[in-house]
């Protein structure tokens, strides 16, 4: 799920790559894939067959086949990489009706059939892949989201790392070598993951590895291990509420949900920081899943007309466009309520060709920012162009422009990836300029900080 949709040459993925337990290169269209056997399987392939696994799994319990699905995403899922989920979706036989936040899933579950009256949850999600944290409302069983955030290098699986690199140091202290090779780490990996688990529950597991013996692990050197990770989870809710103004003793309930969450050091950071408990009668493991059958019942009650759970969500993070000088202006902004639409209005001085490249992030510098893709229009006279932005209630993008003299009409975003120069000429030819004091890198510095060049 880490590498869904990005571009191999993502700025994400520069953070993620080191702690990937496998190697990852370039597909032909310049996404990332997983690289295994001397072959690229695309992370796309890999999400459908798991959802299919999923689907037979759902049609084998209910005695019927599954044709569709609400399926969820961690929050910091930009526009392209919901759109390969609902791809996976639909190579997998589904139809994706809805792309719905976890953490929202996880507060619908928390709230169903309790009568809550305008109560506000805040929602960490700590699962094997990253963090998600999401502040909602609550009446009833409809939902409206206030704002979201995480880090997608903080997870489950950075927690096994940790574990894995210490179980290493214990094999190499008896003269056994580390592993070379990512994809050999596998089987230290694998006991780390089952010595985590069992920790939740005790303080000391004994662990059994093929290529040698180690000493039991005890829950207090596993947090000592893992001790930056938890303090990584607890700064990121608080950057989340901070920048809404929001104050745990404002919130109504705190809910940790994720396999990751079950871990007892995590719950401890979390009540020390917020200075609130952490409620403990939430199935941590299957709130997501339950919210998401909850929000698919809701929308077959209410193609039969009758009163269903509702979700109202935002978008995570903003959506632009690269300006001269490798900026980006914000259309729009992050927490924006979905459904939305937003219009960018260009001056066109003169008849010619216009290209505009999109991105999204938090980032002043497009270059630091993930690359959705490019817009190519001809204009034929001078005036105004309008580009229409559109987001549906899960985040899809869609686009329209208004040309002098032409009718409003659809515009479809060109996805495939540039190269260096490509790129840096895209950007160079926007027709915005951005403020001077908005760009104290320029586009030289900020493509040569994205790809690994200073």
């Known amino acids: 799920m880490r590498l869904l949709g990005l571009r191999a040459r993502s700025p994400r993925l520069r953070t993620l790559a080191p702690q990937l337990p496998f190697p990852v290169a370039a597909d032909p269209s310049g996404d990332a894939s997983v690289e295994l056997g001397g072959r690229l399987v695309a992370p796309t392939l890999v999400t459908a067959l798991l959802l299919r696994e999923l689907k037979h799994a759902a049609s084998t319990f209910v005695g019927r086949k599954a044709t569709r699905a609400v399926i969820c995403a961690p ?72 704002t979201t955030g995480g880090d997608p290098t903080v997870g489950g699986l950075d927690f096994d790392a940790r574990i894995a690199e210490a179980l290493a140091s214990d094999l190499a202290a008896q003269g056994i070598p580390r592993p070379e090779h990512p994809l050999d780490w596998g089987p230290l990996r694998s006991a780390a993951e089952s010595a985590k688990m069992a920790l939740t529950e005790k303080d000391q597991v004994d662990i059994a590895l093929p290529s040698g013996s180690v000493p039991p692990l005890s829950r207090e050197r596993m947090e000592a291990l893992t001790a930056d990770l938890a303090q990584r989870v607890t700064s990121v809710v608080r950057e989340v509420l901070d920048s809404n103004a929001l104050s745990p003793q404002g919130l109504d309930a705190v809910l940790l949900v994720g396999g990751q969450g079950r871990t007892p050091l995590v719950r401890r ?44 969500e935002v978008l995570s993070a903003p959506i632009g466009v690269a300006e001269r000088g490798g900026t980006q202006r914000r259309v729009l902004e992050r927490t924006t309520r979905l459904p939305a639409g937003k219009t960018l209005v260009i001056p066109v001085p003169a008849p010619g060709p216009l290209e505009l490249a999109l991105f999204q992030g938090t980032a002043p510098l497009v270059a630091e920012n993930e690359y959705l893709g490019r817009v190519s229009l001809n204009v034929e006279r001078p005036g105004e162009v309008e580009l229409h932005f559109a987001l549906t209630a899960d985040a899809a993008l869609s686009l329209e422009a208004t040309l002098p003299g032409v009718r409003r009409q659809p515009v479809s975003l060109a996805l495939e990836d540039l190269d260096d120069a490509g790129r840096e000429a895209l950007v160079a030819r926007s027709p915005l300029v951005g403020e001077p004091e908005a760009r104290p890198s320029g586009i030289l510095s900020g493509l040569k900080k994205l790809f690994g060049r200073r």
């Open 269 to 312: 950071r979390l009540e020390e920081s917020l200075g609130v408990p952490v409620r403990d009668d939430v199935d941590a493991r299957g709130a997501v899943a339950l919210g998401a059958a909850l929000l698919g019942h809701g929308i077959v009650l209410a193609e039969g007309g009758k009163p269903a759970a509702s979700v109202s």
């Open 75 to 146: 929050t910091h899922f930009t526009d392209r990489q919901r759109a390969a989920l609902r791809d996976a979706a639909t190579m997998a036989g589904l139809d994706a009706q809805r792309i719905l936040t976890a953490p929202a899933a996880a507060a619908l579950a928390h709230g169903h059939g309790k009568g809550l009256a305008r109560k506000r949850v805040l929602v960490v999600d700590l699962g094997g892949g990253g963090l998600g944290v999401c502040v909602v409302q609550v009446t009833g069983d409809d939902l409206e989201v206030i």
